[in-house]
């Protein structure tokens, strides 16, 4: 066990970096350095930019240096928690982004209680009522799950939210809240918000993983073991529960890992959809407008909380499914 | 032993064209049994046909804009004429000249009938060197500002339905070739993976698990911004569908993985190998072939999600960008909720998307359940 801690522990560092390269990658991509950009930037504004000034720049963030070395500075600056200043705002990224990346996070864990919430009870009632009413209802709206993308069901829901009730639905808070500091208020505002893009986010991760619940524990049901325990007249929802159910979760465990990513990913697009104030609107802005350490930030954060996040949940399991702790060894 | 799909032939020859059969002619035969999968597959055949000859369906050139035509309803062709007999036509337009701001604007006019004519001439298009100015439906004699907008115009006056079938051909297309990269990456690293194994192995497993946990969409949003913005729309077209396909391979390297690692095992194999088949022989004439249907339902169960991926970023305003069509930038007009509950035609771009990619799951699904013949 230790074992595959370490494992994973090292795999995680590992995609972390990569996590940084490609961030630092898209931080250098757009021509010129950037601060060519903010010499461009300061004299759009009407300011000028000494040439001493700009080598002292260059210098400071080592631009005269071979890649890896800006590289190496900028993941230093990096974990001493320097993410250096968003252009387009004329303030530190960290305080840019703020609540925001919470707010992803919060958003994402939802959207995950939520997927297993409803793909659990779902998958069981379709296996065990194979062929009802209720499990083609459910196979349905499992397919148009699987085929609509969630930005288009945003999409949907605001427009006929808009026709029929004249409002949007869209924002995490109520208008009274916004701008106010954080009281308990606020968070009981954020927990009646948050739900519906919780939803609209879970609704894709969740008939995937119903389909997988629903064929794994119909191939559990038929074996025999099952019939002995019928045959020793344990309840139907006991015989059901006890074995079946428990040994079919396995795609419950191996799937958080990819399920978790995913739905960060698709939050970004549904919060610009939904307006929602996560750090999905801000990236894509920012990328817009080139304001590249913003965007590089970002993309960093996301990465490391995704895989962080991940890593947790990977622990978490193990200690809930002895199965796993004995597959390890 | 029963052959149900071969019920009307005389059991004798059944049980010798079953024995003779070839794996994919086994597949096929099992899949033509998925009634929901083949409709699906009618209606690929059918989107892709349409993609093949959007120009010659569009009824106006897609670029063209006019202001004065923005925001038409969409219009519907009336089949038959007062006296009953068949001759389609629509309503024609007529210009109104806004007293307050003196913009002329079209509305429709129903005291005019414009006929349709098919196979009418109109814009030149070409086609990979293809050229022609025919088109299935065109107006036989227009007036100014006359046009057929089926599903209606958008804010820049531009048709629709002209627009969608362009976009059906980009996003359609830019799915099987971001899958086909997809493809070649996943069968390389996964064959290499599984005919190697050991520590080369160990590093593309560990590989895949890395890409895999990698929050996709801020990764191609901060790859596609990257793009110059000089470059030219085909350029942007080839670098997205490669960025898509970077970071889509995974599944497609761990079904061929573990398709080599089941197969390594087989009978058959061994028999190959005792014969004194060479690797080559044995991976392409003996492997390849029992799992190629696997593959073939891998990839159309990739290439919804290729789709959607292109869509998404398009939709945000970073994959392709006008004047370049696809079903993303055609969704793009659609992001303003008022704009669209002024004009929530501009939605039925959604239309096309959901449907394709249902009917690829359906496919995908039916071809999965068929790529055991033997099963």
């Known amino acids: 066990m230790i074992t595959f801690l370490v494992r994973r522990f090292l795999l995680a560092i590992v995609t972390i970096w990569l996590i940084s390269v490609a961030s630092f990658v898209i931080i250098q991509l757009p021509p010129g350095d950037f601060v060519d950009t903010y010499i461009a930037q300061m004299a759009a504004s009407g300011s000028q930019v000494s040439a001493e000034a700009a080598n002292a720049m260059r210098q400071l963030y080592g631009l005269d240096r071979p890649m890896y070395v800006q590289y190496g500075k900028w993941i230093v600056r990096v974990v001493q928690g320097d993410f250096g200043e968003s252009m387009e705002w004329r303030r530190p990224v960290m305080e840019v982004i703020g609540d925001r990346l919470w707010l992803t996070l919060l958003l994402s864990f939802a959207a995950l209680i939520i997927t297993w919430g409803l793909a659990l009870p779902i998958g069981i009632y379709s296996a065990v009522r194979q062929y009802s009413f209720g499990d083609y209802a459910f196979t349905l709206l499992g397919f148009i799950g699987i085929a609509v993308p969630n930005f288009l069901l945003a999409l949907g829901i605001m427009y006929f939210s808009f026709r029929w009730f004249g409002a949007s639905v869209g924002g995490l808070f109520s208008a009274e809240y916004t701008l106010l500091p954080w009281s308990l208020g606020k968070v009981w505002d954020l927990m009646k918000h948050i739900p519906l893009p919780a939803v609209i986010l879970a609704l894709g991760g969740t008939a995937q993983l119903v389909r997988i619940m629903r064929a794994n524990l119909l191939d559990e049901l038929r074996r025999p073991y099952v019939v002995t325990a019928r045959a020793k007249g344990l309840t139907e929802r006991r015989v059901i529960l006890k074995y079946p159910v428990r040994a079919a979760l396995n795609p419950f465990a191996s799937n958080i890992a990819y399920l978790f990513p995913y739905l960060v990913s698709g939050s970004v697009i549904i919060s610009i959809v939904l307006g929602l104030p996560t750090v999905g609107p801000l990236l894509v802005e920012s990328l817009i407008s080139q304001d590249m350490f913003l965007a590089g930030t970002i993309v960093l954060l996301l990465g490391v909380l995704t895989v962080a996040g991940t890593f947790i949940s990977d622990l978490v399991l193990m200690w809930v499914d002895p199965r796993l702790r004995r597959q390890m060894d | ?375």
Do not use: C
């Open chain 2, 1 to 375: 032993m029963r052959f149900p799909f071969l019920r009307r032939r005389s059991t004798a020859s059944a049980a010798e064209r079953y024995a003779t059969a070839t794996q994919l002619q086994l597949t096929w035969w099992r899949f033509r049994r998925h009634r929901l999968a083949m409709v699906s597959l009618v209606v690929l055949v059918l989107a892709y046909g349409m993609a093949i000859m959007a120009d010659f369906l569009t009824t106006m050139d897609p670029h063209d804009t006019n202001a004065a035509t923005s925001y038409i309803a969409p219009q519907g062709i009336h089949w038959r004429d007062d006296n009953g007999a068949f001759r389609p036509y629509i309503y024609g337009l007529k210009g109104v000249r806004d007293l307050k701001t003196f913009k002329l604007n079209y509305t429709v006019d129903t005291s005019r009938k414009v006929y349709l004519q098919f196979l009418a001439h109109n814009y030149r298009w070409s086609v990979l060197g293809f050229e022609s100015d025919l088109h299935l439906v065109g107006l036989r004699n227009p007036q100014r500002g006359d046009g057929i907008y089926l599903l209606g115009t958008d804010q820049l006056g531009r048709d629709l339905w002209s627009r969608l079938m362009v976009a059906t051909r980009v996003s359609l297309f830019i799915g099987l070739t971001g899958v086909s990269i997809s493809l070649f990456l996943g069968i390389v690293l996964g064959g290499i993976s599984a005919i190697y194994g050991g520590w080369v192995d160990l590093i593309v497993q560990r590989l895949i698990e890395v890409v895999r946990s990698l929050p996709t969409i801020p990764l191609w949003l901060g790859l596609a911004a990257a793009l110059p913005s000089s470059w030219s729309v085909t350029q942007i077209y080839f670098a997205i569908t490669i960025i898509i396909s970077l970071l889509a391979w995974t599944d497609l390297a761990r079904v061929v993985r573990g398709k080599f690692l089941s197969l390594k095992e087989e009978d058959f194999v061994l028999a190959a190998e005792l014969a004194g088949a060479s690797q080559v022989r044995i991976i392409f004439r003996h492997m390849l072939p029992s799992f190629a249907s696997h593959i073939i339902a891998a990839v159309s169960l990739a290439l919804p999600a290729m789709i959607i991926s292109e869509t998404s970023l398009s939709f945000l305003g970073l994959g392709l960008r006008p004047p370049a069509i696809s079903w993303g930038v055609l969704l793009q007009d659609a992001q303003n909720i008022q704009t669209l509950a002024l004009a929530p035609w501009l939605l039925s771009a959604a239309v096309p998307v959901i449907f394709v990619i249902l009917a690829f799951n359906f496919l995908g699904d039916g071809l999965r359940d068929a790529a055991d013949p033997y099963g």
